[in-house]
């Protein structure tokens, strides 16, 4: 026998083997023909290697293979790059437009309303893009887009698509919920410390009763406003955190004492407890009834988001069934339709505040169901969908919240004010960070770094921002001084992101080295697992993704 014979025939009379086998027949032709072979000295071949052999990409015999052939297995030598994503998104917009010209025509044409949405998006994408680049957080580049097209005369909301907007924007905050219900990990946060609960509890209602009083003397805001303005911004930024301390934790700094998932799992109870407690005095402030209604409005809402949530978590737990062939996706859409219905829902009984926390709850209820049921606790399918989603209302949400801000009416006065207003309450914030890690094991260099860490702010205050000027612009009879404070409360999100996130940013990369412990990952497969669980825990709050690479991620 030849060595050519010696090769070839091995998988040539395995493949019928193979084929029989998958018809129904037995593995025994595997059986003779191995033991037939069992004298001869030959390379052992898995039933598995042939498909493997069948599938490899971008290799084959120049003599046997054309150049068209040759050029589409090897995508004509293309490389991954951020200009090929850039173009593919462009080629998939021009599709869109294309499609809804053929249907709509006048509104789509160039000048047309549509149009410059999808214009915007585009541009907010690119944006976005470019700034990730610049190793910044993408939302920047996002927000900057939509300031600039707004103040340029390109873009204003205006018509029936001022309804449409608002819509996305709620879809876009009920995606942040769902991802921050899925991303709690009960295990995990029982066996949290004392020192972890009382930093994500306390910062957070410090900061927000300390934007309420000095918005209450330097905006003239009631109390309830100036608390609804508190805790939208007192949520932080685990988009903007989570990429740069597990770059750290990787490199070793900090771990010794696991300040990397100190403050990851910290920020994602922050920023629930701040959407939750946000929702509640919206709707307080909204109610149309008497004094005691208004009173019992927080309680009833909260009553009302706990049980829907309970409900509704629990038949996402049975439905579908676990074995279903489409379960993933079955999973996603009970869990994203729920979450919209309630969110949309509570808007319709006017109770507002109860969909947020139904949203929450039921996303949570239903993901500690899939584990018990299975699911891996460090990987979740439908967080993965949802990150996915959160990838394509990410521009969208940033680049119509930044074409909200005219720079050409903007009042200068607002502006200082407010950065008054956001530089006091996070002084506060400050202040209530070092008294809670005190009577911890870090010191002082410690401290300081999980100070800096808790400062940036970004996707929350862009979802929550434009919420109390939508609930005034929903009125029949809108209060001129109620779509003012609105309109205050929008920019000073917007001025709260682009003021904190660049700096927690660059402060924590910078200032990481210098203020933390080196200590060198010795077992790295327990560092993988570490940095997955971290990531698990903050994709609750936002982020879209939380590597920030490509537009980012994510709240």
């Known amino acids: ?183 709690l990990d009960a295990p995990a946060l029982l066996k949290l410390s004392l020192v972890v609960l009382r930093l994500a509890f306390l910062p957070c209602i410090g900061e927000a009763v300390a934007a309420a009083f000095v918005s209450y003397y330097l905006l003239d805001y009631p109390w309830l406003w100036g608390l609804l303005l508190g805790f939208m911004l007192s949520a932080v930024s685990p988009a903007v955190v989570v990429p740069v301390l597990l770059s750290l934790q990787e490199r070793g700094y900090g771990e010794s004492k696991g300040i990397s998932t100190l403050v990851i799992a910290a920020s994602s109870l922050d920023d629930i407890v701040a959407i939750s407690v946000f929702g509640v005095f919206l709707g307080m402030i909204f109610s149309t009834g008497d004094l005691t209604q208004q009173i019992l409005q927080g309680p009833i809402e909260m009553l009302i988001g706990l049980a829907f949530g309970v409900f509704w978590g629990l038949v996402a737990s049975f439905i579908p069934h676990r074995s279903d062939n489409y379960v993933t996706a079955k999973r996603s859409v009970m869990i994203g339709a729920g979450g919209l219905c309630a969110v949309l829902g509570s808007e319709l009984i006017h109770y507002s505040g109860a969909g947020p926390l139904a949203c929450i709850v039921a996303s949570f209820i239903a993901c500690l169901s899939w584990k018990l049921q299975g699911w891996s606790s460090s990987h979740n399918p439908v967080a993965d969908v949802f990150s996915v989603v959160w990838q394509i209302l990410q521009p969208m949400l940033f680049g119509l919240i930044g074409a909200e801000i005219d720079l050409t009416i903007l009042e200068l006065h607002t502006v200082a004010l407010g950065l008054l207003v956001i530089i006091g309450a996070l002084v506060f914030r400050v202040i209530v960070c070092c008294t809670v890690l005190l009577g911890s094991k870090l010191n002082w260099k410690e401290i300081l770094f999980v100070n800096l860490a808790w400062l940036p702010k970004a996707t929350v205050q862009a979802a929550l921002g434009p919420e109390a000027l939508d609930q005034v612009r929903t009125q029949e009879n809108p209060d001129p001084l109620d779509m003012k404070r609105g309109a205050q409360m929008l920019t000073i999100a917007v001025l709260s992101i682009l003021l904190t996130a660049p700096i927690g940013s660059i402060g924590i990369s910078v200032t990481g080295p210098l203020l933390l412990s080196n200590e060198p990952v010795k077992n790295k497969e327990k560092a993988v697992a570490v940095n997955e669980t971290s990531m698990h825990m903050s994709e609750g709050t936002e982020h879209a993704n939380a590597k920030e690479s490509g537009v980012g991620t994510s709240v």
């Open 1 to 183: 026998m030849s060595s050519q014979d010696m090769d070839s025939s091995p998988v040539e009379e395995l493949r019928p083997a193979i084929s029989h086998d998958r018809l129904g027949g037995s593995d025994g032709a595997v059986n003779q023909l191995s033991q037939s072979r069992s004298n001869t000295p030959q390379k052992t071949i898995s039933v598995l290697d042939v498909p493997e052999k069948d599938a490899e990409i971008g290799k084959c015999d120049n003599r046997r293979c054309g150049w068209l052939e040759r050029g589409l297995r090897g995508q004509c030598g293309l490389s991954h790059s951020w200009s090929l994503t850039m173009l593919g998104l462009l080629l998939i917009l021009l599709l869109v437009w294309a499609i809804l010209y053929a249907l709509l025509r006048v509104e789509v044409a160039p000048g047309g309303d549509l149009f410059k949405l999808i214009v915007l998006i585009l541009v907010a994408y690119v944006s976005g893009g470019v700034v990730a680049r610049l190793r910044l957080p993408p939302l920047l580049g996002m927000l900057i887009a939509g300031i600039v097209l707004r103040t340029c005369g390109f873009f204003k909301v205006q018509g029936v698509y001022l309804d449409i907007i608002i819509k996305l924007r709620e879809t876009a905050l009920t995606v942040i919920l769902i991802k921050a219900g899925l991303g």
